[in-house]
């Protein structure tokens, strides 16, 4: 089965800080890996994918990547209070006996940002 | 472009009764797929439609079920409801899935209570 694992927090972090938000994965073919937000009663929002090695910036987000180590971080600059949500880690992975492809969420992180 | 859309938004129902939800896709997008979230087990894979056939199911009773049409609209239906089944059901669509084109983007969900 595959899995994604998530430290569920709380994590808790000042105002204008830096947040980091990790994510570690069990299949090693796995191609692409998805960041989303969710606020509390709410449905997720997508906030970055990422496919290849490296980092990949999108304002004051940075989604890093490290297939060898199977691992996926989101880094938060700034971090403003109107960040504080859960952050779940989704990463895409085949599945053998479909033949298709499907997205595993990890349980999410609950970030605070505290002003 | 208008969002995923989802009903009923919120409804309550009475153990052993059954249930049927509704999603309609981002337009031009094919896969459709649902989701069951709890607070205990996170996001949960339900199943994924594309182009009316079911292509990928997750590990739920077979009380769970889904459909597609033509238009890519989605239904899931879930009978002799149990308690265990209040949750939030998200709905989500991507144009086709796949390896790396899978980004999918969540309806507001339907909140299901069952008591």
């Known amino acids: 089965q595959k899995e994604v694992e998530q430290n569920s927090g709380p994590l808790s972090v000042p105002e204008g800080a830096i947040a980091s938000l990790n994510c570690t994965y069990s299949?090693?073919?796995?191609?692409?890996f998805f960041w989303y937000r969710q606020y509390s009663g709410k449905s997720p929002e997508l906030i970055m994918s990422?496919?290849?090695?490296g980092d990949k910036e999108d304002g004051r987000f940075t989604a890093q990547l490290n297939k060898a180590s199977q691992y996926v971080s989101l880094l938060i600059r700034d971090s403003q209070p109107s960040d504080s949500a859960t952050y779940l880690c989704a990463v895409n992975h085949r599945d053998s006996g479909a033949g298709s492809y499907q997205l595993t969420f990890g349980k999410g992180t609950k970030l605070s940002v505290i002003p | 472009k208008a969002g995923v859309t989802q009903t009923p938004r919120y409804l309550i129902k009475t153990r052993g009764q059954q249930v049927t939800l509704s999603c309609s896709p981002i337009s031009g997008h094919r896969s459709v797929s649902w989701y069951q979230q709890t607070p205990g087990q996170g996001l949960q894979f339900l199943f994924e439609y594309f182009s009316e056939t079911q292509r990928n199911k997750g590990n739920f009773p077979g009380r769970f079920s889904g459909r597609q049409f033509s238009n890519s609209r989605s239904e899931m239906n879930v009978s002799t409801l149990e308690l265990g089944d209040s949750a939030l059901y998200l709905c989500a669509s991507s144009p086709s899935g796949g390896p790396s084109g899978n980004t999918i983007y969540f309806g507001e969900g339907s909140w299901l209570t069952v008591v």
């Open positions: 299949d090693r073919v796995s191609q692409s």
């Open positions: 990422i496919y290849s090695n």
